[in-house]
């Protein structure tokens, strides 16, 4: 019992030894790269880091990135507030840039409250073991290193001060002498330190906050003062998980979903038709039309030229849009002449400018979206298998005309975002449906608005699904035949007017660029 107990002792006493001598792993959070708009490279760094530190998983950080509102370039505030949250020492953030045939990533350091000079790490592959070694040594060099530096200034005696011999070699002073001179002179070293410190954390300032630096600033210097960036140079690799050209948010070149410079949408849609007139009860009344949501075909696009050079610039929300939609098989049948079918011919496309305006250079950044352009929207039943004396009662519509408005897109998180727009359509011609022989002229009151959700599935591809209505109400003057002779009784009007509604949506697979 008593060989037991003392064993049990020696074991408990060396774990307590290896507890009280073991070092505690620095606490890391990785925060998403702007310009990583998939977070491979976030989820690279994570990995690498995940042995030697403890390091908070990425979709905790995103949370509380997203929990806390933080989105940019962000402050000592908003890094101390994250870190505070997250429960670190440091944070690494920073972001990503297309180089020629290679990428550039600039790494930005947030230790023990206070910005540390940042450096930079060129490669063609995040796959490439010589990336990844370079990218982990540079960490390890700020993270360990700048840990290391700081424990060894607390460890560090004061020096020893010697006494003062007086002339006939005696030795002048007394003990209490040079315990005073020696405080004296750890308060010099303290206050040079401190000085020293501010000095750092003000050039590590200038590095995060003045663009010219980023561009320069590296880690080290060669004996010709010039900054050296440390690169792992790999030649001929594909790139895995990051295109080559993928997209940077806050980079001259760099795009993100909100600011594409290109887009298009292809994908099936679908159509319903609902007209209904405005007449007095009698039995010559048009009778409503309706049909039921029927599939179609889409596709749209858009191009900001100037967006392909700097996406952020006031000029590049300049471009132009357009879309085709057409539904692929619509019949419709008539008491008329009953058992046949009709085909109907149901379209609709436009074409306009655009400046779209975006609030902020982040992908979070919501936009708005100014248009203008020419519309034109089809609904023609082919008569031809119509025979002789027999009327379909359903005019003709050929709507054309301006349709000014306005969207916005509001990010609901990174990559997905709620698109919301309207429009005013300013009809110049309707078709048959205002001829004399028809319904005659009438006043028209015309609109159209869509709502979407917008989900960036993977780097340069994006998913839409909308919805959206158009309704185009009729007031007849009553001229057209119509409207006062349906009855064959033109002394009393018939019909005063009509609705015509259009509801639809798509589901779209989008290529940006």
Not at 290 to 304: H, T
Request: aromatic content about 6%.
């Amino acid at each position: 019992m008593g060989r037991t107990l003392a064993v049990l002792i020696g074991v408990a006493s060396l774990l307590l030894l290896t507890v009280g001598t073991a070092e505690a792993k620095i606490r890391v959070a990785v925060v998403a790269f702007e310009g990583d708009d998939n977070g491979a490279v976030q989820e690279v760094v994570t990995d690498l880091l995940d042995d030697d530190y403890s390091v908070s998983g990425t979709k905790a950080v995103n949370r509380t990135v997203d929990k806390l509102g933080l989105e940019g370039n962000l402050s000592d505030k908003d890094l101390k507030k994250l870190a505070n949250e997250l429960e670190v020492d440091a944070i690494l953030r920073g972001d990503l840039q297309q180089k020629g045939s290679k990428k550039l990533l600039h790494i930005k350091v947030y230790l023990n409250g206070k910005k540390v000079r940042g450096f930079k790490v060129e490669f063609a592959s995040m796959k490439s073991e010589k990336f990844k070694t370079a990218l982990k040594d540079k960490i390890d060099e700020k993270l360990a290193g700048q840990e290391a530096k700081k424990k060894k200034a607390a460890e560090e005696p004061a020096e020893p001060v010697a006494d003062e011999e007086d002339p006939l070699g005696g030795k002048k002073g007394k003990k209490g002498a040079k315990t005073d001179r020696s405080a004296e002179k750890a308060a010099l070293k303290t206050k040079t330190d401190a000085v020293d410190e501010e000095a750092d954390e003000k050039a590590a300032d200038k590095d995060d906050d003045e663009k010219s630096d980023e561009e320069q600033s590296g880690d080290d210097e060669d004996p010709d003062g010039k900054k050296k960036v440390a690169s792992a140079d790999i030649d001929n690799e594909d790139i895995d998980g990051i295109e080559s050209g993928v997209q940077i948010e806050r980079s001259s070149g760099g795009r993100s979903a909100n600011v594409a410079a290109v887009r298009l949408d292809v994908g099936p849609s679908m159509s319903a038709r609902t007209l209904k007139f405005n007449s007095r009860n009698f039995e010559e009344a048009p009778k409503p039309y309706q049909n039921a949501p029927v599939g179609g075909a889409r596709v749209a696009g858009e191009i900001y030229p100037l967006a392909l050079g700097n996406p952020h610039s006031f000029i590049s929300g300049l471009g132009i849009a357009g879309h085709y939609d057409k539904t692929l098989k619509l019949n419709l049948q008539s008491t008329a002449q009953p058992g046949t079918k009709f085909e109907v011919d149901q379209k609709h496309w436009g074409v306009g400018l655009r400046f779209r305006v975006a609030f902020g250079s982040s992908a979070r950044a919501p936009t708005v979206t100014l248009g203008g352009g020419y519309f034109h929207r089809v609904f023609k039943v082919n008569r031809s298998a119509l025979m002789e004396g027999n009327i379909i009662d359903l005019p003709d519509v050929f709507y054309k005309g301006y349709d000014p408005g306005l969207e916005f897109r509001v990010p609901i998180i990174k990559q997905v975002a709620l698109l919301l727009g309207g429009q005013a359509l300013l009809v110049t011609d309707t078709g048959q449906i205002q001829k004399l022989t028809s319904y005659g002229r009438a006043k028209i009151t015309a609109g159209q608005a869509m709502a979407a959700i917008d989900i960036v599935i993977a780097n340069r591809v994006a998913l839409r699904i909308s919805g959206e209505m158009a309704q185009y109400g009729f007031a007849f003057v009553g001229n057209g035949e119509q409207t006062y002779n349906r009855d064959n009784d033109p002394g009393s009007p018939d019909v005063g007017g009509a609705s015509d509604r259009f509801i639809g949506g798509a589901a779209t697979l989008a290529v940006l660029y």
